[in-house]
């Protein structure tokens, strides 16, 4: 089943965006081509394997939202386009966090007090994100055990595995950074505005990530709905499909996924920066709004 006008949106949106869609292509090409067997991973600084594990892990994280938000473009779900496309800018952080090769977190512009013993090196925002990871878990788990959906002795065995993993986390990060991590419910220590100030990319986050916010909470229903008078005073509504914001979601997106893709070409050294340079004007001319919208 289709929503009304969809075919005719369809077929607009493939005509009017044609070299967009076609940079999206070229643009998820290079991501996937990192996982090809005969690719070469020569990281300029020495990471074990749990750091490879989750570098990659993100950027194929990137490269499955990013399809998704072209997929929905595609069919003029330029809202929800939008939505995943701030999941994207949050996975587009946490690349920067974790593969770039120095990091100065700030809070309100700040830089936040370094912790004796414990550098910002890639290697221990790795164990940061992974004792976040293991925090989101716990309490997850201690939210699922208060609804009462298992049993006793299956709860208590669940909760202390969790527990003993966030222990084991918090061995490798220190009791300060766990109590920052705890006190924030992020895996840098500092709200998403801040990190995206810390990253450089203030500019996504207050043209695109908070924008969209509206989508995500479910607080953008008059977008949807067209009230039009009636001659007898009376009022009808219409369902509102139509292109808008397709573009701008496709183009966000693009500037996002240049993004994790550079950062990870240089951590790991994949050699495509030709590739990649040659794309980056493509994506700076891409269409910012469709005819007509």
């Given amino acids: 089943?289709?929503?009304?006008?969809?075919?005719?949106?369809?077929?607009?949106?493939?005509?009017?965006?044609?070299?967009?869609?076609?940079?999206?292509s070229d643009l998820l090409a290079i991501g996937m081509s990192i996982f090809e067997p005969n690719t070469r991973l020569n990281p300029k600084i020495d990471m074990d394997?749990?750091?490879a594990w989750m570098?990659?892990?993100?950027?194929?994280?990137?490269?499955?939202?990013?399809?998704?938000?072209v997929a929905l473009s595609e069919i003029a779900l330029g809202d929800v386009a939008d939505s995943n496309g701030r999941m994207l800018s949050e996975t587009m952080l946490a690349a920067l966090f974790l593969m770039r090769p120095v990091v100065t977190l700030k809070r309100n512009g700040v830089a936040l007090p370094d912790i004796p013993g414990y550098p910002l090196t890639p290697a221990f925002r790795t164990k940061l994100y992974?004792?976040?990871?293991?925090l989101s878990g716990l309490k997850?788990?201690?939210?699922?055990?208060?609804?009462?959906?298992?049993?006793?002795?299956d709860a208590d065995r669940a909760v202390a595995l969790a527990e003993q993993h966030v222990a084991e986390n918090a061995l490798?990060?220190?009791?300060?950074?766990?109590?920052?991590?705890?006190?924030?419910?992020?895996?840098?220590?500092?709200?998403?505005v801040d990190l995206a100030e810390s990253l450089g990319m203030s500019f996504l986050y207050h043209t695109f990530y908070r924008p969209s916010?509206?989508?995500?909470?479910?607080t953008n229903a008059r977008k949807f709905i067209d009230p039009e008078v009636q001659s007898d005073g009376s009022i009808t509504f219409h369902a509102n499909l139509s292109p808008?914001?397709?573009?701008?979601?496709?183009?966000?997106?693009?500037?996002?996924?240049?993004?994790v893709l550079d950062v990870t070409n240089q951590r790991f050294g994949l050699g495509l920066d030709e590739r990649l340079g040659k794309l980056a004007p493509r994506i700076q001319n891409m269409t910012k709004r469709l005819p007509a919208e």
């Fill in 1 to 24: 089943m289709k929503l009304p006008g969809e075919n005719e949106l369809r077929e607009h949106i493939r005509l009017e965006l044609a070299s967009d869609l076609q940079v999206t």
């Fill in 49 to 51: 394997h749990a750091e």
């Fill in 55 to 69: 570098c990659l892990g993100i950027v194929m994280k990137a490269c499955y939202q990013y399809r998704a938000i």
């Fill in 130 to 134: 992974l004792a976040h990871d293991a």
């Fill in 140 to 153: 997850s788990l201690r939210g699922m055990v208060g609804c009462g959906n298992m049993s006793k002795e």
């Fill in 172 to 192: 490798e990060v220190g009791a300060e950074w766990l109590e920052r991590l705890k006190k924030t419910g992020t895996f840098s220590g500092i709200k998403i």
């Fill in 213 to 218: 916010s509206a989508g995500v909470h479910g």
């Fill in 244 to 259: 808008r914001g397709v573009a701008e979601a496709l183009i966000f997106s693009s500037l996002m996924m240049f993004e």
